[in-house]
């Protein structure tokens, strides 16, 4: 979950990239209706984002683990720290982008495939 800077960027076919949003790296737990949201150092989340838990909720698997990052969107549609870390002052959207599912429905993904895990996403 923790980014590693780098002066160049690593290339060739074992290597992707994800656009850092400056929000808050999350873990995505479903289980059924509920949901946990944990920070990389696990603190619970989920009381302080309750429209993203909600969200989570709703996805079709029953059971999910999913690798993502809180964001707040500013009015003018960018991404806002600051914003985020004012959430309950602040006029503002907030969403949830997953960019790994590392279970689902029972079935441990993290010997699969990056690219077969992302698909996984879309399927369900």
């Known amino acids: 979950m923790l980014a590693t800077s780098a002066d160049t960027l690593p290339t060739g ?12 790296r999350t873990l995505a737990i479903k289980t059924g209706r509920t949901v946990r949201l944990l920070s990389r150092n696990l603190k619970d989340l989920t009381a302080d984002y309750p429209g993203v838990a909600s969200a989570i909720a709703h996805l079709k698997p029953s059971d999910s683990v999913l690798d993502g990052e809180i964001v707040a969107i500013d009015t003018e549609g960018r991404p806002s720290f600051q914003a985020l870390q004012h959430r309950r002052t602040a006029s503002l959207t907030v969403v949830y982008y997953a960019f790994d599912v590392l279970h689902i429905n029972g079935r441990d993904l993290m010997k699969t495939p990056l690219d077969e895990r992302r698909s996984m996403m879309l399927e369900h």
């Open 13 to 24: 076919p074992g290597w992707s990239y994800e656009v850092k949003w400056d929000g808050y």
